[in-house]
């Protein structure tokens, strides 16, 4: 079965400095891997995918995931936090091997950037 | 474009009662689904949708009902509300697409609170 697993409930980081979001999952096929932020009351924002290619994605207000085979892992970075990048981050994967456009969702981790 | 939208925003109910929550977008997606978010369990999917007159359940169906009669609009049904459904619930659509990398996009949400 398809699964996710984010194994932080909370990251803080100080403004400036690089962040990690980790996430690993486990698939049977293609892995078909997307980062989503919520902002407070707000719904989920695409943030980018992994879908088959580079190893290095790129998406939206400058973070980045690297896809990991061997470690089965898609961890969300970005070299410089801003407090505005405060926000819930869920890791989600394909849950059918990509038949369908179904996702399975992490459990998601707040991200805490001070000032 | 609007996007996906929801209503009502939030919505407090009695043990026993029915409502639908609404769901709309217009963006001409094939692939709609419901969403329920609780604490500490990220999004769990209900029900989901590939097409007009095309439903199936996801994880989490019982209690809930869906129908899809055009591609636009996608309700969701409380049969009779319990408590365990207070929850966050966020609809998402997107292109069918291939091998399941379509990036969804997601509602406001509802926030339902059954007492």
């Known amino acids: 079965a398809q699964s996710v697993a984010q194994p932080e409930d909370q990251v803080n980081v100080a403004e400036g400095n690089p962040l990690t979001v980790k996430c690993t999952y486990s698939?049977?096929?293609?892995?078909?891997l997307f980062w989503y932020v919520q902002y407070p009351n707000r719904g989920l924002q695409f943030l980018l995918k992994?879908?088959?290619?580079?190893?290095l994605v790129k998406g939206s207000y400058g973070f980045e995931a690297e896809f990991n085979k061997s470690q089965t892992s898609f961890h969300l970075k970005k070299p410089s936090a801003l407090v505005s990048d405060s926000a819930l981050y869920f890791c989600?994967?394909?849950?059918?091997?990509?038949?369908?456009?179904?996702?399975?969702f992490g459990t998601g981790t707040l991200l805490a950037v001070q000032p | 474009n609007a996007g996906v939208t929801q209503t009502p925003k939030f919505q407090v109910l009695k043990t026993g009662q029915s409502m639908t929550l609404q769901c709309a977008q217009d963006?001409?997606?094939?692939?709609m689904s419901w969403y329920r978010q609780d604490p500490g369990m990220g999004l769990r999917l209900i029900h989901y949708?590939?097409?007009?007159?095309?439903?199936d359940q996801g994880e989490v169906p019982n209690g809930y009902n869906v129908s899809r009669s055009t591609t636009e609009d996608f309700p969701l049904r409380l049969l009779s509300a319990a408590p365990s459904q207070t929850s966050v619930y966020f609809c998402?659509?997107?292109?069918?697409?291939?091998?399941?990398?379509?990036?969804?996009?997601f509602g406001p949400g509802t926030r339902l609170t059954v007492l």
């Open positions: 949708s590939v097409g007009a007159g095309i439903t």
């Open positions: 698939v049977s096929g293609n892995p078909y």
């Open positions: 989600a994967v394909s849950s059918d091997g990509g038949a369908t456009n179904k996702l399975i």
């Open positions: 992994y879908i088959t290619g580079d190893n």
């Open positions: 998402a659509s997107s292109y069918s697409g291939t091998s399941g990398s379509s990036t969804q996009y």
């Open positions: 963006m001409n997606h094939e692939y």
